[in-house]
Every structure is written in C-alpha cells, then in structure tokens.
C-alpha cells in the first residue's frame, strides 16, 4: 500500500528516561524482558523501566542498533555486528555487517536478525551466524531503528523535524499502519516490549521515550 495512503496517528508519549550522565546520544535500543538497553556511542547502557536509573554499564563500541535474542545482545559497531554476554560485555561472536556498514536498526525475530540501514532506506534479513543477507525490503523514508511486535515488523523513520513509527509488511516494505511522532522529536534506536509500547531512542536529546501503541 502506498505510504500516502496511510493516515498517521499521533504518537502517545507516555513516559521518558534521561538525559544521562556522560551520554550524548541515544543509538540503539532494545529490551530483555526486564531492562531497557541503549547504546551510547562508547558504553551499552542497560536502565531499570520502573526507577529511570541507569543500573549497568557495558565498555563496548555501541554507535547504532542493538538486538536481544533471549539470552544474548548484538550490537552493530562499526562495520561488524557484535554477539555479545549481557553479563560482562564479552564478545562472543562477530558477522560482517551488510555493504560495509552504513548500518542503523537492529532486531531479533524468529531466529533471525533484522537489519535497517539508514541512508540507503532498506532493511535486511540476515543470517546471525554468518552475516549472509537472506531477504531485503526498501522503503521510501530513512530508516532507523527496527523492531517486532506481536508477529509484525516496525521501523523508526528520522527526516529533518518529522520522525515516525511505522508498521510495514515484512515481505515487500507496504506500509501497513504509521504513528507520527511530535515535532523536532526524532526516533533513533526502536524496541517494543513484545505487548503495547515502544522504546524510542532520542538521537542527541540523550533520551529514550516510551510510545504507547495505538489501538
């Protein structure tokens, strides 16, 4: 379905996080089940949802998104995606990251990671184990952060002051439902909780925003 078709809803800011000490920017975001992770450049952030408070610190290149497979993280640094022990920051494994880098999203669905890349507007599917790029959809708008939610692939979008969440048909990139965020309010990093929000990295407010899902 064509994007123009779609009309937007307005994002339903429920709470924020942040800004934090010594974090200049917010990149990847994802959830564990427990703790909202974000990475901030040099650190892999991981923040209590009930407190606010940053609870963990990991020293890993952490400069776009980030994924949870149940047991461990990815990080995409650099031009390579990093497996990662949430315990203490171990590398554990690394992929090449797709065309060298240029990487923005990250997610894990069904065995799978997900992959956006920011400028060249696509997201990958990918072979955890060997990087090897199994599907590719494009879309018609910056992509940032990717994330699943009850079986349905979202993507974060970030274009001068509009930003918006949207819901897109993982086979071709339709886009199916789309959330607008305020103005000069960007998405970054993208995670939902697997039920009825979203994580939102804030880019260089320093921030992660908590969306409600629109019914």
């Given amino acids: 379905m064509d994007s ?15 800004p934090f000490p010594d974090v200049d920017a917010v990149h990847g ?40 497979d149940g047991k461990h993280l990815y990080q995409i640094t650099d031009d390579s995606i990093c497996k990662i022990d949430p315990d203490n920051g171990h590398r554990l494994a690394t992929i090449p990251a797709p065309d060298g880098g240029c990487c ?7 065995g799978r990671l997900w992959v956006g890349q920011y400028k060249n507007r696509r997201i990958h599917q990918l072979d955890p184990d060997t990087g090897e790029i199994l599907s590719t959809i494009e879309s018609n708008r910056f992509v940032t952060g990717v994330t699943w939610l009850d079986g349905e692939l979202w993507h974060g979008t970030w274009e ?6 949207r819901r897109v048909d993982h086979h071709n990139g ?35 925003r908590v969306v409600l899902k629109a019914k």
């Fill in 160 to 165: 001068g002051e509009e930003s918006e969440l």
């Fill in 104 to 110: 923005s999203g990250l997610a894990w669905a069904e």
């Fill in 174 to 208: 339709n886009v199916l439902e789309s959330i607008s965020m305020p103005p000069d309010i960007g998405v970054s990093g993208l995670e939902s909780n697997g039920r009825d929000r979203f994580y939102c990295g804030g880019g260089n407010s320093g921030k992660v």
């Fill in 4 to 18: 123009a078709a779609i009309k937007p809803k307005t994002a339903q800011i429920i709470d924020e996080y942040g």
């Fill in 29 to 68: 975001v994802s959830y564990d089940g427990r703790r909202i992770w974000f990475a901030s450049g040099d650190r892999l952030n991981a923040l209590d949802p009930t407190s606010g408070e940053r609870v963990k610190a990991l020293d890993v290149i952490a400069n776009a998104g980030t994924a949870f």
